[in-house]
């Protein structure tokens, strides 16, 4: 993947961390958006798995679960409630034909960035975001908490020297009047007081532990050895880092880079004007309550710039990715290909509010329904079918890794991937996010490049979900056909 360093960007995705959980939003988004139960049943099926419990029943029950509320159960369910709300805010996001440029994360948001880039899978980010919470409770001693102080980060600094604790550390640079300072419980009460007698506000952040600081550092080399064992795979996505202060590369260690952010500040004002010089004009927070969001508004103020959010409650009591996506659309940056495409084409009658009720409800099992149809599709033959288009393959067996080549190249093309993703054993859907509509078109589009007959009844896709496993189908298919020649 090739790192921009030339003013070529123009979206933005931004995944909050700490703080960044907005139960009443995350409800809405549910029950209008396919999207958020799908991410949700691979989530829950790895919790369980974990914990022995569905985040959905931590989420979803008799009325809306608020942040404090997560705070006070387990230390995961937070974590990985503000991971899979971000991670469906981008598959949303991604529906409706936003494409960004670049993808960057605040703290914890940074490990769902590398997911939604196609990093890790989704179940290996809950394992992340588990582990990341594990090895911290493991680390026996370590108590402490997270305050934002109304000072730039070098005011904030100069507070904690008057303590000179080595466990006091600023955690996070907001903008030039918020600073994250993050320590033991007894220094950051000190901290609070004499902040007070500055004039300086302080407030408490909503965080299971104090994130950021040198009193994690026992936790860093068992976070690396864990994450490490993990398949990282190529990034779909460009994907800057507040925290390195650079784009990840290629070859980066992501077991390394990630367990590096125990104990390193980030710097997520620098990270908003370097994004901004860099051409980049549209942020579109991917996640909860709004707070990234508010935070380029005032970093950016009086440029052309815009910050959109989407998992938080408007003005009007409704859901704030429903304006942002329709600004994005009046600005060319969305062409959806889901519900609002669908209502003009299969009910250009029936009011918009009315279809997208209907597809919230049924959208899942209509998906499920056309896959499975197509999968076993055989259409009537033609009474006089013409002769194929695609010129016959030459006598001989079928070069397989030349079919390979030409097949990494027709996904990659059709998906925008970079070829380098489809190895052999790649898994189309659990790893690179393709679903299986999306494949049985590319199946579709493979058969007739080589001029292969329509499939027959009883033809199931999950028996051709990697690669090598769709290359030894067409090379099986041209072998039988060159066998029927040669007969």
């Keep these: 993947m090739t790192v921009h360093t030339s003013t070529d960007l ?50 979803f029950g008799d009325h809306d679960t608020d942040l404090r509320e997560l705070l006070n159960d387990d230390a995961w369910a937070s974590q990985v409630a503000i991971y899979a709300a971000g991670l469906a805010s981008y598959e949303i996001l991604e529906a409706q034909g936003v494409r960004p440029d670049v993808l960057a994360g605040h703290s914890l948001g940074e490990i769902t960035a590398l997911v939604a880039a196609g990093a890790f899978s989704v179940e290996d980010g809950v394992r992340i975001v588990a582990q990341r919470v594990a090895v911290i409770q493991r680390q026996n001693g370590i108590e402490g908490r997270m305050v934002a102080l109304s000072a730039g980060a070098e005011r904030a600094g100069r507070l904690l020297d008057l303590l000179d604790d080595p466990m006091l550390a600023v955690a996070t640079e907001n903008h030039d009047e918020q600073t994250v300072v993050s320590g033991p419980g007894e220094a950051l009460d000190r901290v609070i007081a004499i902040a007070g007698q500055l004039g300086i506000g302080a407030i408490e952040i909503d965080t299971p532990f104090p994130f950021h600081t040198p009193a994690l550092a026992p936790a860093v080399p068992e976070f690396a050895t864990y994450v490490g064992k993990l398949d990282q795979h190529p990034l779909r996505h460009l994907v800057y880092s507040p925290i390195l202060q650079r784009y990840y590369e290629p070859d980066d260690a992501l077991a390394d880079r990630l367990a590096e952010h125990f104990v390193t500040p980030v710097r997520f004002a620098a990270a908003v004007r370097h994004l901004q010089a860099a051409g980049v004009t549209t942020f579109v927070e991917a996640g909860g309550r709004a707070a990234l969001s508010k935070l380029v508004v005032r970093l950016t103020k009086g440029s052309d710039v815009r910050a959109l959010p989407s998992f938080s409650i408007d003005a009007d009591g409704g859901l704030a990715l429903d304006a942002t996506l329709r600004i994005l659309r009046d600005a060319g940056l969305a062409d959806a290909t889901g519900a609002p495409g669908l209502a003009e084409l299969l009910a250009p009658t029936v009011p918009t509010d009315v279809f997208d009720a209907y597809w919230s409800e049924h959208g899942d099992e209509v998906l499920r329904r056309i896959a499975d149809d197509l999968g076993s599709f055989t259409p009537r033959p033609a009474a006089a079918p013409a002769a194929p288009s695609t010129p016959a393959p ?89 066998a029927v020649a040669a007969g």
């Design 394 to 482: 030459s006598a001989g067996a079928p070069d397989r890794a030349e079919i390979h080549a030409e097949l990494r190249t027709l996904y990659a093309e059709a998906l925008e991937y970079p070829e380098e993703v489809f190895e052999d054993g790649v898994q189309l859907e659990a790893e690179l996010g393709v679903d299986s509509v999306k494949q049985v078109e590319l199946l579709a589009r493979a058969s007739k490049q080589y001029g292969l007959p329509t499939r027959e009844a009883g033809f199931r896709l999950e028996n051709y979900n990697t690669m090598d496993k769709i290359v030894d189908f067409v090379v099986s298919e041209l072998s039988g056909r060159e």
């Design 10 to 59: 123009r979206t933005t995705f931004l995944f909050p961390g700490q703080g960044g959980f907005d139960g009443a939003a995350l409800r809405l988004a549910k029950e209008k958006y396919p999207q958020v139960r799908q991410v949700f049943e691979r989530i829950d099926a790895e919790t369980m798995n974990l914990f022995s419990r569905r985040i959905t029943d931590v989420l």
